[in-house]
């Protein structure tokens, strides 16, 4: 008898903690402001192979032009900045890094309506394909950040 009392005390409390979770959790999280993303400049220092820049450039363009307009969302263009690269970080692999900048500039009246600076790291196995994986990371990065549709293969 002692023991279901203690196992029907515990479930309470368990059910009570996670539902104080729950309702505290739903002020915390705010939905993501969505952009209409139109075009993008990428831009990047003298040390950013080409292959970065252009393979950024490409994909990101590619994405833009798979996802589906959205009329309802503010009309922006990216400005992405790549700096700070660093190329075969690692010693036992070649790893790539670089401190990219994101800026998203209204359409309608040119002003800044959102900025992001993150890291980004790449690794790859081939030295050949080192700049390739840097840029894919990047584009890979700004298609979650405003929610770009990944093209297809076939493209």
Same mark, same amino acid.
């Given at each position: 008898?002692?023991?279901?009392?203690?196992?029907?005390?515990?479930?309470?409390?368990?059910?009570?903690?996670?539902?104080?979770?729950?309702v505290?959790?739903?002020? #915390?999280?705010?939905?993501?402001?969505?952009?209409d993303?139109?075009?993008?400049?990428?831009?990047?220092?003298?040390?950013?192979?080409?292959?970065?820049?252009?393979?950024?450039?490409?994909?990101?363009?590619?994405?833009?032009?798979?996802?589906?307009?959205?009329p309802?969302?503010?009309?922006?263009?990216?400005?992405?900045?790549?700096? =700070?690269?660093?190329?075969d970080? =690692?010693?036992?692999?070649?790893?790539?890094?670089?401190?990219?900048?994101?800026?998203?500039?209204?359409?309608?009246?040119?002003?800044?309506?959102?900025?992001?600076?993150?890291?980004?790291? =790449?690794?790859?196995?081939?030295?050949?394909?080192?700049?390739?994986?840097?840029?894919?990371?990047?584009?890979?990065?700004?298609? #979650?950040?405003f929610a770009?549709?990944?093209p =297809?293969?076939?493209?």
């Amino acid at each position: 008898m002692c023991l279901r009392f203690c196992h029907a005390v515990i479930a309470l409390l368990l059910c009570a903690l996670l539902s104080s979770c729950s309702v505290a959790g739903v002020e #915390l999280l705010t939905p993501r402001k969505v952009y209409d993303v139109r075009d993008l400049t990428v831009l990047a220092d003298v040390r950013v192979p080409q292959t970065v820049v252009v393979g950024t450039d490409s994909r990101i363009a590619a994405a833009i032009a798979a996802t589906a307009p959205r009329p309802e969302a503010p009309p922006v263009v990216l400005s992405v900045r790549i700096g =700070s690269y660093r190329p075969d970080i =690692s010693p036992l692999n070649h790893r790539s890094e670089a401190t990219v900048t994101v800026t998203a500039i209204s359409v309608i009246d040119g002003s800044p309506v959102a900025t992001a600076t993150f890291p980004v790291t =790449s690794e790859t196995e081939t030295p050949d394909f080192e700049a390739e994986a840097l840029a894919e990371a990047v584009a890979a990065r700004i298609r #979650l950040l405003f929610a770009l549709s990944m093209p =297809s293969a076939r493209q």
